[in-house]
């Protein structure tokens, strides 16, 4: 059975740091493209980071180009996101989700993915 379960979030202040966690069970990687979204109270969710198994490739939304950091640990079948410089407005549920073949337009669409996690709370404030 396919499974992703992500962890690390918590209570940071602004500008502080978080390292997000997503570990994939029942199904390997290599072969899915990986997203991380995020959902704040009201909101649509929206897409922040994602990586490309087929070619290689990490993309990144606009707000987070620079501060944000996707890798993965292939041994561990687990991929992670970096978060630096953290704001208040980036509280939210961070979900990773995956999907076997996407269209490049669809990459930072949620609902384009199949498979996702429950979600980690992540809360910026002082």
């Known amino acids: 059975q396919l499974q992703l379960v992500e962890s690390g979030g918590g209570l940071v202040q602004p500008g502080g740091s978080l390292r997000l966690s997503c570990a994939a069970s029942?199904?390997?990687?290599?072969?899915?493209?990986i997203g991380w979204f995020r959902q704040a109270p009201g909101k649509e969710r929206e897409g922040v980071s994602c990586?490309?198994?087929?070619?290689?490739?990490?993309y990144y939304a606009d707000f987070v180009t620079g501060r944000f950091t996707m890798s993965r640990d292939n041994a561990k079948n687990t991929v992670y996101l970096q978060m630096n410089s953290l704001k208040p407005e980036e509280t939210a549920v961070y979900y990773c989700?995956?999907?076997?073949?996407?269209?490049?337009?669809?990459?930072?669409?949620?609902?384009?993915?199949?498979?996702w996690g429950q979600g980690t709370q992540v809360t910026v404030s002082s």
């Open positions: 990586f490309k198994s087929s070619d290689g490739s990490t």
């Open positions: 029942g199904f390997t990687l290599d072969y899915y493209v």
């Open positions: 989700e995956a999907v076997r073949g996407i269209a490049p337009m669809n990459l930072f669409r949620a609902p384009h993915y199949d498979y």
